[in-house]
């Protein structure tokens, strides 16, 4: 029913920028928060960023000052603002969607980051 589509991945030098977006089609009703979520190989995913329906933010400490997530409701789009980026920011980026108890994921945009 809900679909996500990230974008905006690449490969980037490290101090460089990137804009992720993530598109969200189909049912929108009801959702609590949205979140950007990355994976780095041998890693476990880990939450990057959070905004919830009011717009309250977190963000994880690897990230703070340099990422923000914003939103665009007209747009039905969360958008993952990466600047200052590291080596240790490669990963695979994903979006979430919660909605209760239930999480809603896209399949993810590659995010690699030279020295």
């Known amino acids: 029913q809900v679909q996500l589509a990230e974008s905006g991945g690449g490969l980037v030098q490290a101090g460089g920028s990137l804009r992720l977006s993530c598109v969200v089609s189909?049912?929108?009703?009801?959702?609590?928060?949205m979140g950007w979520y990355r994976q780095a190989p041998g890693k476990q995913r880990e939450l990057v960023a959070a905004?919830?329906?009011?717009?309250?933010?977190n963000y994880a400490d690897s990230v703070q000052g340099r990422f923000t997530i914003s939103r665009e409701r007209a747009k039905n789009t969360v958008y993952l603002q990466m600047n200052s980026l590291k080596p240790e920011d490669t990963a695979v980026y994903y979006c979430?969607?919660?909605?209760?108890?239930?999480?809603?994921w896209g399949q993810g945009t590659q995010v690699t980051v030279s020295s």
């Open positions: 905004i919830s329906s009011g717009g309250s933010t």
């Open positions: 979430n969607l919660r909605r209760g108890v239930l999480s809603s």
């Open positions: 189909g049912s929108t009703f009801s959702i609590d928060g």
